[in-house]
């Protein structure tokens, strides 16, 4: 049933990433009056789309009938997806495929307001009309079929992603037959194109015209870690599982008087939700670091319910299990998150970009160059190891609830090494899914 249920997501990809680009054709031909392709592959595909969807599909299910959530939490995933995409292409391609500078709410360039309302809009929509019938649909497929399909739809989308990457390499003659099959690829979507276009306007613009060359270009930096880069996140965001930890840990014992574990991993104090949200809020945050604490406030609260929701979702699909549960507390939102709590991460963003991060991000500057670098690295491959035993002991803890034994080696050392008793040390307040 398992299986089953990763082909009928990974329809629900293609028809959408599909739908999306059809939608990006039409609107390029009511606004540009010009064809080009809105899709960064050669196939008929805007996977941000596909992506976005699956987000929503998977993360947002349990608020399919409250309509106001859905949409607010629509609004707030699909938009964090768009970002991302954004600024993965702007790395890919050294170029802003869209830019909403100007637009009323924009952050970074690549989300705003009315963007984000009508993706919150989509998401409700999809999840309540589209995806019932899209699930109906594919499961009228048998089962053999639509497997096939789906196989053949991920080699096609490979080969195209593949080709893209040559292209972008300049190394288009290496593999012939992958250039041969993009190019009919992308053959087949300019037609398609055209026929949609040809029932829309006779002629269209360019998709995007406003597309420029990223302000990219920087001069080596001269100390370490300088700007908001991938050696000053890292560091941050070990400080800020650390520091997150700490807080927590001493929250619990001025509320409940008790001391308590409030750990995400085996090794060590650190919360990766914590860790996680200040990498995030950084990136996020960083050309905003100036702007006024109410504003802060407000987008940290928003951003960082939303983000304490994900995380609750992803632990229990990911582990079975519930690592925390906000039933008891007035204005929860399915005991993943509650009102109180969504002001803190709100505090927390007008601390940390305000107060903290420049004391923190000076001293991580001061680090010699080499050293620094050789720093992040033992901390990232000691977090990485952290987290897969991590991962390995909550799902053997699972496994025992289930009242599975050890099968191999590698079970029977957790157990001797993560058993019950120990498991209830570090999550003290985790239970089984099926038990909330």
């Known amino acids: 049933m398992e299986v089953e249920r990763i082909y009928c997501l990974l329809g629900l990809f293609f028809a959408y990433s599909f739908a999306g680009w059809v939608f990006e054709v039409m609107a390029a031909a009511v606004r540009r009056k010009q064809f080009v392709n809105r899709g960064v592959l050669g196939g008929p595909l805007c996977c941000i789309y596909g992506f976005a969807a699956l987000a929503v599909t998977i993360g947002l299910q349990e608020l399919r009938d409250r309509w106001i959530f859905l949409f607010l939490g629509a609004a707030i995933v699909c938009s964090f997806v768009e970002w991302v995409a954004g600024h993965l292409l702007e790395r890919l391609y050294h170029r802003r495929w869209w830019d909403y500078s100007g637009r009323k709410g924009c952050i970074d360039h690549y989300i705003c307001l009315g963007a984000a309302a009508t993706w919150g809009i989509a998401g409700l929509i999809g999840l309540k009309f589209v995806n019932p019938l899209l699930l109906t649909l594919l499961h009228w497929v048998p089962p053999v079929v639509l497997r096939v399909l789906i196989w053949v739809a991920l080699g096609l989308l490979a080969v195209d992603a593949v080709g893209a990457y040559m292209t972008i390499l300049k190394v288009p003659e290496r593999w012939r037959q992958v250039e041969e099959i993009q190019s009919r690829l992308l053959a087949g979507t300019v037609k398609v194109s055209s026929w949609i276009t040809a029932r829309v306007q ?77 990498m995030i809020a950084t990136k996020m945050l960083y050309n905003y670091r100036e702007r006024s604490d109410g504003f802060l406030f407000v987008l940290g609260t928003v951003l960082g319910g939303a983000y304490e929701y994900l995380c609750s979702v992803f632990t229990e699909l990911a582990f079975g299990v519930v690592f925390w549960d906000y039933s008891e507390i007035p204005f929860n939102l399915g005991g993943r998150i509650n009102l109180l709590y969504c002001f803190f991460w709100g505090i927390a963003a007008v601390v940390w970009l305000k107060k903290l991060y420049p004391l923190l991000s000076g001293l991580i500057e001061k680090l010699p160059m080499r050293r620094g670098k050789i720093l992040t690295w033992c901390l990232v491959v000691f977090m990485v190891c952290n987290i897969a035993v991590s991962v390995l002991a909550l799902a053997r803890q699972s496994e025992r609830a289930a009242g599975q034994p050890a099968s191999n080696g590698v079970e029977l050392w957790l157990d001797d090494h993560y058993g019950d008793a120990v498991m209830g040390r570090i999550y003290p307040n985790s239970i089984q899914a099926e038990q909330k």
Not at 216 to 221: N, S
Not at 222 to 239: H, P
Not at 256 to 272: D, E, K, L
């Open 202 to 278: 006779r002629r269209m613009e360019k998709a995007y015209p406003s597309i420029r060359t990223a302000e990219t270009v920087r001069a080596k930096p001269l100390v370490f870690a300088e700007g908001c880069g991938f050696y000053k996140l890292m560091l941050l965001f070990f400080i800020g599982a650390f520091l997150g930890d700490l807080a927590e840990t001493i929250f619990c014992r001025l509320t409940a008087g008790v001391w308590m574990s409030r750990s995400s991993v085996v090794w060590g104090p650190f919360s990766i939700v914590w860790g996680l949200a200040i």
